[in-house]
């Protein structure tokens, strides 16, 4: 499988794919549509093209706009990345939305994640892959268990490594997967609302937030990324 690193599909995001944007795993897009009709019509279109190229987009139907989302499953390990397949698909995708007048509205693609700091993952990962999916983690990487749900009921789970250490310290956190160019309008949002920037040296990768309790999030987008 010839997955793509975050600097390439970026590049491909600005040589003309100005629909989608990268987020935790897929690329993403919004589509403004006037009604379920055309809606379903255009989700129709998609998924021939689809089928037509090998490949599995998911889908989403709702008032207004039909959300797709590119990128494909590793066999071996369950991970989801993003192919050279997958960036053409979104260019037929692009056109197809051409030749019907659809609206993109990149600034509304968004992802959840949930991260928890564990001092031992192979612990713990296996009991809320279970809970969460049914299933079993899936090992993405050499080095990392993810919970992975094929087909996107729940949020995707990863573990951050940890010192041991008792409750009641935070052990979970929001990833928040934005496009970039609302980031800071929502970081700013957020802050307004009563929270603090905890840490923003790693942004625009990421940056961390705090609630006034002081429960932490993350604000991520696809920027500085390998």
């Known amino acids: 499988m010839e997955t793509l690193g975050t600097q390439e599909i970026l590049g491909a995001i600005a040589a003309g794919l100005g629909d989608w944007r990268k987020l935790a795993q897929p690329l993403a897009a ?11 019509e255009f989700v129709s279109a998609v998924a021939k093209a689809a089928v037509a190229a090998g490949q599995e987009p998911e889908i989403r139907l709702g008032r207004g706009f039909v959300d797709v989302a590119v990128s494909t499953v590793d066999a071996d390990t369950g991970g989801r990345w993003v192919t050279t397949q997958d960036v053409e698909l979104a260019r037929a995708i692009t ?5 019907r007048g659809l609206t993109a509205v990149p600034s509304e693609v968004a992802q959840l994640e949930l991260a928890l700091d564990t001092a031992d993952e192979t612990a ?7 809970l969460l999916t049914g299933g079993t983690s899936r090992t993405v990487s050499d080095a990392v268990l993810d919970v992975l749900d094929p087909t996107n009921r729940v949020p995707s789970v990863w573990f951050q490594g940890t010192d041991a250490h008792q409750t009641p310290c935070q052990r979970w956190h929001i990833d928040l997967w934005l496009a970039p ?8 949002a957020a802050v307004a609302a009563g929270g603090t920037v905890v840490d923003d040296t790693h942004a625009p990768s990421y940056t961390v937030l705090a609630d006034p309790d002081g429960n932490k999030v993350c604000v991520c987008t696809a920027l500085d990324r390998d």
Not at 35 to 40: I, N, P, R
Not at 95 to 99: K, N, Q, T, V
């Open 124 to 130: 713990v990962a296996p009991f809320w892959s279970a």
């Open 95 to 99: 056109g197809l939305a051409r030749e």
């Open 181 to 188: 160019e609302v980031a800071d309008e929502r970081i700013a």
């Open 30 to 40: 919004r589509y403004r549509v006037a009604d379920t009709a055309s809606g379903a």
